[in-house]
């Protein structure tokens, strides 16, 4: 997923004073809670669990796009604009994505082809070529296309930001996001606009720590915020909180999360509350544990099916609780993650960005000489 990485080690520009330093340590592990939510969805889908837990997947995705929103905002959005930023930022967000994205794809397709509909990522080649071009919808790949998009999406609003052209526009802005709400039923699940103001509420969130001195806020009150924001999720995956529309009001049935405003506000909030340094989130995020799942999470979010699929068809012969074989499930997912992340997430962001930026050099290069040229010829 969005998968701006909260460790993000650039500092931020002299020039541009952030409230809060770039790297937030409990964004981290509530990535990596955010990866297990997801993992936890389907349990039941690969037999280690009798029940569905309600929304936990889809409550996972939420919190990936808001944080993907509010990072994106937090390291970039009120930096200067100009093309070296941008392609910095977009060769950030390529090398993070693309990559492990693409080789999870083709190594399904190949699975596929070899083991045929049983596999658990079985992709035709008209699928797999979908999912190459960002159109696909299939499994968990559907949520990589919004968060690419949004990418382009976000250049733009930077520009508008950096050009400061919010309040000349604001009308437009204004009646635009609320028609984009409005008809954002009509538009496919795997297009930004349909869970943009998802995204734009973790943006939102980054303006506001850049704004609102949260040093000054009650450490205990963002302590009640951060336990009654797990406590809610807690409640709803135990059926404690109904998930009946027309019990809530909150369109709470499987698969509308997404398009539904106050959902988007209420997890805007929990990330936002988790920004707070307290004792809590230090305790529950900011640990080592969850912060080495939060870095491991893309592989976590793309691999964990195969993987368990496969872990559980070994374990089929053996007898044993199915609470030690959710336990080996989940080491298998936290161990292939790592050493997805370690020898290939990590080795292919670094390989990406230098051509990248190589390729921009060399694109710098060139302009420079074509102006020189245009002033002898002048």
Aim: hydrophobic share 55%; aromatic share 14%; with cysteine.
């Amino acid at each position: 997923m969005e998968w701006v990485r909260s460790y993000h080690r650039e500092e931020p520009l002299a020039d541009v004073p952030l409230r809060k330093p770039a790297h937030i340590p409990a964004l981290d592990g509530l990535r990596g809670a955010a990866a297990l939510l997801v993992v936890i969805s389907h349990f039941q889908t690969l037999g280690l669990s009798e029940g569905y837990v309600p929304q936990s997947g889809t409550f996972g995705v939420m919190i990936f796009f808001v944080l993907s929103g509010f990072l994106m905002g937090h390291l970039y959005l009120f930096r200067p604009f100009d093309m070296a930023a941008v392609i910095h930022f977009m060769a950030s967000r390529i090398a993070r994505v693309i990559p492990l994205f693409y080789a999870v794809i083709l190594a399904s397709y190949i699975a596929s082809q070899t083991v045929g509909p049983d596999f658990v990522y079985y992709l035709t080649t008209f699928d797999t070529v979908k999912h190459l071009l960002f159109l696909g919808s299939k499994y968990v790949f559907w949520s990589i296309p919004p968060e690419v998009e949004f990418y382009v999406v976000f250049v733009g609003l930077w520009y508008v930001v950096a050009r400061r052209l919010v309040l000349r526009y604001l009308p437009l802005f204004g009646f635009g996001l609320a028609a984009m709400f409005v008809l954002q039923p009509m538009f496919p699940g795997i297009t930004v606009f349909n869970s943009l103001p998802i995204f734009l509420v973790g943006v939102g969130a980054a303006v506001l720590c850049r704004y609102v001195q949260f040093d000054r806020i009650d450490k205990r009150s963002a302590t009640i915020v951060q336990c009654l924001g797990i406590v809610l999720m807690l409640s709803i995956f135990a059926g404690i909180v109904s998930t009946d529309p027309s019990k809530t009001g909150f369109g709470w049935e499987r698969g509308r999360v997404y398009e539904n405003l106050p959902m988007a506000l209420l997890f805007g909030a929990f990330v936002l509350s988790f920004t707070i340094d307290t004792t809590f989130a230090r305790f529950f995020f900011a640990n080592r544990v969850m912060r080495l799942l939060g870095a491991y999470s893309f592989s976590i979010y793309l691999l964990h099916e195969p993987v368990a699929d496969t872990v559980r068809n070994v374990l089929a012969g053996f007898d044993m609780p199915i609470v030690l074989e959710i336990f080996l499930v989940l080491s298998a997912i936290v161990v292939a993650a790592s050493l997805s992340f370690r020898l290939y997430e990590m080795p292919m962001q670094a390989a990406v960005k230098r051509v990248i930026l190589r390729l921009d050099r060399v694109r710098g290069r060139h302009a420079e000489a074509w102006r020189a040229s245009r002033a002898v010829t002048r």
